[in-house]
């Protein structure tokens, strides 16, 4: 199973980027995909990790945490095996190593490695 995520970068407050995370060895159709942020500073732990957006399976549904909705939003696109977050004015408080998780059917858990956002004037 691989969890690969892009589209990090540095930008400023106000600005948007949008996080892909590409997925293969999974029945991602059928897996719970979500997006966790870690801010500087914080362990390398996963418990550590703070949710940020989940998209459901076989639902149209989404959750996003209150401290990024209305900014954020998850998409996922199961023909293509991805899942995206996009995120509109961001804030300083925004930064964070952003981290891609499915959670499978079976109640597996996978991670990807990570991608730095950095929000900086």
């Known amino acids: 199973v691989r969890l690969v995520e892009s589209g990090g970068g540095v930008v400023q407050p106000g600005g948007s980027l949008t996080l892909s995370c590409v997925t293969s060895?999974?029945?991602?159709?059928?897996?719970?995909m979500s997006w966790y942020r870690q801010a500087p500073g914080k362990g390398g732990d996963p418990i550590e990790r703070?949710?940020?957006?989940?998209?459901?399976?076989?639902?149209?549904?989404?959750n996003v945490a209150d401290s990024v909705k209305g900014r954020f939003t998850i998409a996922r696109d199961n023909a293509k095996n991805t899942v995206y977050l996009i995120m509109d004015n961001l804030k300083p408080e925004d930064t964070a190593e952003y981290y891609c998780?499915?959670?499978?059917?079976?109640?597996?858990?996978?991670w990807g490695q990570g991608t730095q956002v950095t929000v900086s004037s």
């Open positions: 998780n499915a959670q499978t059917s079976g109640d597996y858990d996978f």
């Open positions: 060895g999974l029945s991602f159709s059928t897996s719970v």
């Open positions: 703070d949710f940020v957006a989940a998209a459901f399976s076989r639902t149209p549904e989404t």
